[in-house]
Each structure stands twice: as C-alpha cells, then as structure tokens.
C-alpha cells in the first residue's frame, strides 16, 4: 500500500438557530470563540459571520481524516447546542436569507465585498474543497488536464444546494451556479503546462484584473500555498461519510494521473467543451445527469460512468489504500444525493413551505452530526 500521497480536507459549517432553523447572521464573540475552540488549530473565519471553516491538518489515510473531522464535527455540535445552536454543512443553507448576511471584518474579505459587491453578498455557499498532493518535478497543470474531465462526476456526487431563499431552485447544485458570477471560477483556461498558468497569472497581475497575492477560484486549481492541486467544485458534504468517500477518490484521480508517463496528453479542446457541458448537466440533474465522455460517442448515466472509472482507476485506488471507495460512492448512489434528500424532505405533505423549509434544515443538522 502506497501511503506517500498526502492530503487535506476544507470544510465550511452555517451556524444555525435550533429555533427559527435560519443561518445566524451575527454571532456573539462568545459563540465565535466557542466554535474555535472546539475547531482548534484548524479554525478559521469565512466570509461570513455566520459562516466558519475547519482546515484539516496533513493526512497519509482516510482513517485519520474520518478522526479528525469526526471529532471537529461531534465537538462543534455539542458547544453550540449550549447556547442553542448548531451547524450544517451543504452547498447552501436552505432558509439562509443572503441579505441579511453580514461580511466577517477582516481586511481580505472586505476587499473581495469592496470590489465584487452583490455577487459576494449573494454568496453565501460552502464547499469540500480537497488538497492533493503532487509529486516534486510532476507538472501540476498536466495532471489537472488529466482530472479535469472527471470533476462532474465528483459534483454530481456532491450536489447539495437545491434550495434558495427557502424555496426549490431547480438545480441540484445552485451553488456552482452562483459561483458562475465571479471571475477565474469554474472550468479552468485551457492551458498546457505550469509555466503558461504562471504566464496567466502574471498578464493579470500587470493587467491590475489580479491582486499580486491572488490566485485563481477554478473548480480545480494549482495551490499557491502547498504543492498539491485543490479540488473545489465539490458542493460541502452533509454526512461526513460523504465527503471521506469524494475526497477518497479524488486522491486515487490524482495519483493515477502522476503516475502517467504524459498526463493530461490526451486533453483536447473538444474534451474543454464536453467538460464544460457535462458541469451543467451535473449541477442541474446531479445523480440523473446524462454526460458525455468523448466526442461522438453516446451519453452515459452516472452509474455508468463509475464502472469505467472502475477499471481505470481500480488498482490505483488499492495502492493508495482506498481500495472500498467505489463501493462507497455505490452507496452514495442508493442513497441519492444530498440534494435529492433535501427535497424529499420539502415536498412533505400537508405542512407549510416555512414547516418544509424547517424540516430540510432539521436533516441537515441531524446528517452534519452523524457518526461514521
């Protein structure tokens, strides 16, 4: 078993009222101080004061990431429920009133609401976001082609924003589509190698479009702090089960792609289009998109397609000790995504569309604290 990839796991937590269920626009000192104390060391502020982030140390196995993030989520639960709190964890909050949202004051997220103005108020959205780790002398930018025509997959796996302002949106994950209103996020440029992403990088930093300590938001991205590429796509995973299983296969995505003679060779502008589509058919239908994966060739459903992410990436997911991972996401599948079960729950009969909305946040409160 193969144990030198390492890895790390960003999760985004909504503090949310027991009573009314709705996303806390301001939190006391006293509620801040207590969610990073039961966080710790991987504590950090969001953009929004209702919103904090849990950055998870370095891992070499998906066992010490289920402790940890195990741990963090049963922690965090339990200090909020004494002053009549709790979190959830999804691409969106359901009853969350973006307009009522205030920005956490610090200098960096006040520059993002300065210059993006109601495209970042409206943002109010979390995601799984993934670290990978890439070998010295690999070409981050080759192995990125190399994943990128899977990231849909992973989306469609992950989808849990179908719910807007209290209300069904249509999207199984309305989050990607609102990140859609930022710049340099989504599908990466179609770039071939490491030196022309820092070309790309440099034109907008002359161009004064990019901060000389900016980086860009794609759905998958170079890191400009650690030698790993970001998975960021993914929407936030209520059941922790959920996102060890995503970012498992992430991991076994990524370590197949660096052990290529020539990652990412076989990356075409038609495989750029295809992406491109096979995202909006991800964040619209989710589990029941229909994608497809070469030019001229016939769509596939989701189920499909992990077969024959199966038998290509099968011996490489038990090297890196992941060997159950597509089990899992099987199960993922009988289960039906986080989206479907939120709506499931809204469509209840015989309750109001504010008893609906309740109830969906109810799930996602009793599914952000279950244990593995």
């Keep these: 078993m193969d144990h030198a990839q390492r890895f790390g796991i960003e999760e985004e937590y909504f503090i949310t009222d027991l009573h009314s269920r ?47 993030l195990g741990r963090v ?23 969350a009133d973006w307009q009522a949202q205030r920005a956490t004051p610090q200098a960096h997220f006040q520059r993002l609401f300065e210059e993006f103005q109601s495209v970042a108020q409206r943002s109010v959205l979390s995601g799984l976001h993934v670290h990978a780790e890439i070998p010295v002398g690999v070409d981050r930018i080759a192995v990125l082609n190399e994943v990128l025509p899977g990231l849909p997959m992973l989306l469609a796996l992950s989808v849990s924003s179908p719910l807007w302002q209290g209300q069904p949106n ?6 990607q589509v609102v990140c859609d209103e930022w ?9 071939p190698d490491e030196p022309s ?33 970001e998975l960021r796509m993914t929407d936030a995973c ?17 370590k197949h792609a660096c052990q290529l003679p020539a990652p990412g060779s076989q990356y075409s502008l038609e495989q750029h289009w295809l992406l491109k589509e096979n995202r909006i058919q991800a964040r619209r239908w989710g ?25 290509e990436w099968g011996d490489t997911a038990r090297a890196v000790g992941e060997e159950g991972v597509f089990e899992q996401i099987r199960q993922m599948l009988r289960d039906g995504t986080s989206a479907e079960r939120q709506l499931r729950a809204f469509d209840a009969p015989g309750a109001s569309v504010v008893q609906r909305g309740q109830a969906v946040v109810d799930l996602l409160l009793e599914e952000s604290c279950q244990r593995l």
């Excluded at 249509?170 to 989050?175: A, H, V």
């Excluded at 710049?183 to 770039?191: A, C, S």
């Excluded at 209520?238 to 990524?254: E, K, N, Q, T």
Aim: aromatic share 10%; proline share 6%.
């Design 22 to 68: 709705r996303m806390l626009a301001e939190p006391s000192a006293e509620v801040l101080a207590v969610c990073r104390e039961a966080i710790g060391e991987g504590f950090s502020y969001e953009m929004f004061q209702g919103q904090v982030e849990v950055a998870s140390p370095v891992f070499t196995d998906t066992a010490e990431a289920a402790a940890y």
């Design 73 to 95: 989520r049963r922690e965090l639960s339990q200090a909020l429920a004494e002053h009549g709190l709790g979190f959830i964890c999804s691409g969106a909050h359901p009853l």
């Design 170 to 175: 249509g999207y199984c994950s309305y989050r």
């Design 183 to 191: 710049p340099r996020m989504g599908i990466p440029e179609y770039l």
């Design 197 to 229: 992403f820092e070309r790309y990088l440099n034109m907008l930093k002359r161009s004064g479009a990019l901060a000389d300590d900016a980086n860009v938001w794609w759905g998958c991205r170079p890191s400009s702090s650690y030698p790993t590429l």
């Design 238 to 254: 209520p059941r922790l089960s959920d996102a060890l299983a995503l970012a498992g296969l992430f991991r076994v995505m990524i």
């Design 287 to 311: 589990r029941h998109a229909r994608f497809v994966l070469a030019p001229d060739t016939e769509p596939v459903s989701l189920e499909q397609w992990l077969v024959l992410a199966q038998q």
